[in-house]
């Protein structure tokens, strides 16, 4: 007799979204919640979990918040709440917050788009 078994990684989507203003960039955008943890599966069935994480995924910015356990309870239980930037912390973002968030070259204070590698006034690389 053998066994199939294991461990990998999950994501589920929390089908919970809210309008504010990014916490990162500052623009109008939706947050996006949802989950990740660790299973060990059994013939391909998972069959416990652990180690959940919860997230919020800002669509202006691709900036990834965790989110505070009292939020998420409410998120969880089907409420509506409303989100402070208390309720999130920042850990990760498609673009440096350095030059993403002021939208300035560091060197000459020329105004840029996030995307530029280089300033187009002075040519100091931005990222």
């Given at each position: ?51 959940k994480k919860y997230y919020a995924k800002s669509t202006c910015c691709n ?9 998420i309870k409410k998120i969880l239980n089907n409420e509506n709440p409303e ?27 020329y105004s840029i788009n996030y995307e530029f590698e280089y300033c187009p ?7």
């Amino acid at each position: 007799m053998f066994f199939i078994f294991g461990i990998s990684n999950g994501f589920k989507d929390l089908d919970f979204t809210k309008m504010v203003i990014c916490k990162n960039c500052g623009r109008y955008g939706r947050l996006e919640f949802f989950m990740t943890y660790t299973y060990i599966s059994l013939f391909f069935i998972p069959v416990f979990k652990w180690g959940k994480k919860y997230y919020a995924k800002s669509t202006c910015c691709n900036s990834i918040f965790s989110v505070s356990d009292s939020l998420i309870k409410k998120i969880l239980n089907n409420e509506n709440p409303e989100i402070n930037n208390d309720d999130l912390t920042y850990e990760y973002s498609e673009y440096s917050n350095q030059y993403y968030s002021n939208n300035k070259c560091p060197n000459c204070g020329y105004s840029i788009n996030y995307e530029f590698e280089y300033c187009p006034k002075c040519g100091t690389k931005i990222k």
